[in-house]
């Protein structure tokens, strides 16, 4: 007897879009996977301080620092930088260091993501397509991120050329149906409208 629900199975991640805005993120590290997770979090709005010696410093992290788009402390991590933070990223090549990391974050209940080390991570990066509201993430769960990047990479080819900005148009259009339609009880009504000119 063929199965009525989808069968359950096992070994993934739960794939979400995390609201970040405002939200007090730490990365350790200045290196170049630094670089990518700090574009990451500030493109989501978060408040990102970065702690890393300035020897060593990616460009790419350097030229945030200069422009002000990040907070920055010039040493090595310290278990007080964790005071007030919501999560954690470190990129340092020290595994000693961010095992350290990971465990003081673990004690505190701060999610974190240790570069390289997936055993060591709350959550993972994963490889990212972006065209205005449209975000679209391929993960292999930590097993093998550059194959995640081919397939974004074959996926991105095979959309539409505008649709970015139709989703931004459907976003607008969603936001004057709210207005004529506020509450909660006319949601049925705002799709039946919505569907009907789609």
């Given at each position: 007897m063929a199965e009525k629900y989808p069968t359950v199975q096992g070994g993934g991640s739960l794939m979400l879009a995390w609201q970040v805005k405002n939200k007090r993120i730490l990365v350790v590290g200045g290196g170049e996977v630094a670089a990518g997770r700090i574009l990451n979090v500030l493109n989501a709005d978060a408040h990102v301080t970065v702690v890393s010696p300035r020897i060593g410093l990616n460009d790419e992290v350097a030229y945030r620092i200069e422009q002000q788009q990040v907070d920055y402390v010039d040493?090595?991590?310290?278990?007080?930088?964790?005071?007030?933070?919501?999560?954690?990223?470190?990129?340092?090549?020290?595994?000693?260091?961010?095992?350290?990391?990971?465990?003081?974050?673990?004690?505190?209940?701060?999610?974190a993501n240790i570069a390289d080390v997936p055993p060591e991570c709350d959550f993972y990066f994963g490889s990212?397509?972006?065209?205005?509201?449209?975000?679209?993430?391929?993960?292999?769960?930590?097993?093998?991120?550059?194959?995640?990047?081919?397939?974004?990479?074959?996926?991105?080819?095979?959309?539409?050329?505008?649709?970015?900005?139709?989703?931004?148009?459907?976003?607008?259009?969603?936001?004057k149906?709210?207005?004529?339609?506020?509450?909660?009880?006319?949601?049925?009504?705002?799709?039946?409208?919505?569907?009907?000119?789609?």
């Open positions: 040493r090595k991590f310290e278990p007080s930088d964790l005071d007030g933070v919501d999560l954690v990223m470190t990129a340092v090549d020290d595994p000693e260091a961010s095992t350290q990391i990971y465990k003081l974050c673990q004690l505190r209940h701060i999610p990212v397509h972006r065209d205005g509201p449209l975000q679209i993430m391929i993960s292999t769960n930590g097993n093998g991120p550059k194959l995640a990047s081919i397939v974004r990479k074959k996926i991105a080819a095979r959309l539409p050329k505008n649709i970015g900005a139709a989703i931004a148009k459907v976003g607008m259009l969603r936001r149906l709210r207005k004529i339609a506020p509450a909660i009880e006319e949601g049925p009504k705002r799709m039946q409208w919505y569907v009907h000119r789609s």
